[in-house]
């Protein structure tokens, strides 16, 4: 990639609510070293009441409500030659035009699978001495077990659902740790997940002998209500199911139905559909799910990370180096 010439013209358009967060003042003084800012920071719907702006733009800064790159926003970019999204997925903003123009662009996905590995290593570890299944038969008898039977952390099986980003992320944070972990991934290369200590398997196998099972599948066709009751019932005594993917790769029906008939079993659910569940949904009221409200990704400070990210790939930019964290069509298609 050639050096840029020019300093080249940003703009940023994203939601109010947490630009901020995203893209905190220092993020901010840094890009404007680094490029110029064209117009005050819009929304998406800014943008569409005002898409001249975008005339003199080369390089649009986005992240969560980011506009969709159809033609006809393209059709008012004739210098746009980034885009920058601090956000993960970009799949639901790339439609086959934006591709038709050749434009790279950036995704902090890997900034935001910071925070979805820790929590994901957090609840593995809790599953694992099966935190939440004593912690709530100890408030209904009111007393502690003796010597009750956990897997613990060494020797324990791990199965990973999933070896995308995140559930790379994940294998790397369990290596110090002592267990086996296994994984079911159909497009993984057999010689990266043995760099990750991983062993390869059906998805059976996955459910079946592992004390916890982290679900990290991308949400795509043939991933919609893969995880179902046949699945989740092959689970060992005392096991944990722990999503913080997406929602729908679970047969919630199936699940609940399994989940009712054993209270041995936890799932932590960090992601549900719909989401939030329907206010009726068993989900709610069921002592053995644990619901939180999609936590794991970055929130609170963390989501400086993203902004960072995005100001770390500009500057690659402008210095004409390769950027790092851009992403193929193929790889838009098939990330969460």
Known sequence: ??????????????EEERRGDV?????????????????????????????????????????????????????????LNAVMVAAGSVRHLTP??????????????????????EFGL???????????RLGREAAVSRRFPHDPRVAGGYGSRVGLLGLGEIGRLVARHLQPFGVEVLACD???????????GVRLTGIDELFASCDVVSVHAPLLPETE???????????????TLINTARGAVLNEPEVIGVLRDRPDLTAVLDVTWPEPPAPDSP??????????PHLAGAMGRERARLG????????????GEPLRHAVAPAQASTRA
């Open 96 to 117: 086959p035009e934006f591709w038709a123009r050749g434009i790279p662009i950036v995704s902090a996905a890997a900034a935001n699978a910071v925070p979805v590995a």
């Open 122 to 132: 957090a609840q593995i570890l809790l599953g694992l001495k099966q935190v939440h």
């Open 225 to 239: 209500g893969l995880v179902g009751g046949r699945l989740v019932a092959m689970l060992p005594e005392g096991a």
């Open 1 to 14: 990639m050639a050096a840029a010439t020019t300093t080249p013209n940003v703009l940023l358009v994203m």
């Open 23 to 79: 893209y905190p003042a220092h993020v901010l003084e840094d890009i404007g070293r680094l490029a110029r800012w064209h117009a005050p920071a819009l929304t998406r719907d800014g943008l569409l009441r005002e898409p001249g702006v975008l005339e003199e733009v080369d390089v649009l800064l986005t992240g969560w409500g980011a506009p969709v790159l159809d033609a006809a926003l393209l059709s008012r970019a004739p210098r």
């Open 186 to 196: 159909p497009v993984i290369d057999p010689a990266a997940a043995g760099e990750l």
């Open 283 to 292: 989900l709610f009221t069921l002592s053995n799910v644990l619901l939180t």
């Open 308 to 319: 960072e990210l995005v100001r770390d790939e500009l500057g690659r930019l402008v210095r």
